[in-house]
């Protein structure tokens, strides 16, 4: 008895190889270049061209705000599918080292809920730019524009796979505590109940939907929410 055999696709009398393959593959995103990979052993070899790959990752990181340097140094070594596949895992990553949170300037500005008190002395809300730190490496919290920078310490730590970020200040103790999301650019932002810290500028004026207080707030974890009320109780 005859086995049913798949019938084979029918070979075109018109290949697509050479400069005319790679002009068709020039044309298509990450996720058609990848299926297109897989027709044949020909367009596999072509799709792998490090300089498709390479116009792929020069438009994914065009508007990114952060982008890891050692996905740039892979890219650069001529690895670019997988410099751009890095560098997609580490734009949704919830957890940053010391080293990297210590590389970054910050842009800070009290949250509506912190009360009126906070917010009528916050840049932000006045309509400039935000206020800048940066979280030195020694643990100190330096303020570009406040002259408190030794009175208030950082540290990390980790709280279910998401990077928890604490601050103590001398006098007012430790906050609840900042969890780390991501925006759309890659960029860094540390969240509480209270205030928002961002690897990028923030000004009310030009702020997009997704660094206002109503959008970030739908982040937040309810232990946040039970260190404000313990903080408030103290």
């Known amino acids: 008895m005859a086995r049913n055999r798949r019938p084979k696709a029918p070979r075109s009398p018109h290949p697509i190889t050479g400069d005319v393959l790679a002009s068709v593959l020039a044309l298509l995103d990450r996720a058609g270049l990848v299926c297109a990979s897989r027709v044949c052993k020909e367009w596999q070899a072509a799709g792998s061209s490090d300089s498709l790959w390479r116009a792929l990752v020069e438009e994914e990181w065009a508007n990114k705000s952060f982008v890891p340097s050692t996905c740039r140094h892979i890219c650069a070594e001529g690895d670019a599918r997988a410099a751009l596949r890095l560098s997609l895992e580490a734009g949704r990553a919830t957890t940053i080292d010391a080293a990297t949170l210590s590389a970054q300037q910050w842009w800070f500005r009290f949250k509506g809920a912190a009360g009126r008190a906070w917010t009528r002395q916050d840049p932000w809300w006045t309509g400039v730019e935000a206020s800048r730190v940066c979280f030195m490496p020694d643990g100190r919290v330096s303020w570009m524009q406040r002259f408190d920078a030794d009175v208030m310490r950082w540290k990390l730590s980790v709280r279910g796979g998401v990077s928890v970020l604490r601050i103590t200040h001398d006098e007012l103790g430790t906050f609840p505590g900042h ?7 890659w960029g860094f932002i540390w969240l509480s109940p209270w205030v928002v810290y961002a690897s990028f500028p923030l000004d009310r004026a030009f702020d997009g939907k997704e660094v206002r207080d109503k959008t970030l707030n739908r982040s937040l974890k ?11 109780e103290e």
């Not at 969890?179 to 650019?185: E, F, H, K, M, N």
């Not at 232990?223 to 009320?229: A, L, N, S, T």
């Open 179 to 185: 969890i780390l999301v991501r925006a759309s650019d």
């Open 222 to 232: 309810a232990w946040q929410w039970r260190e404000v009320d313990r903080y408030n």
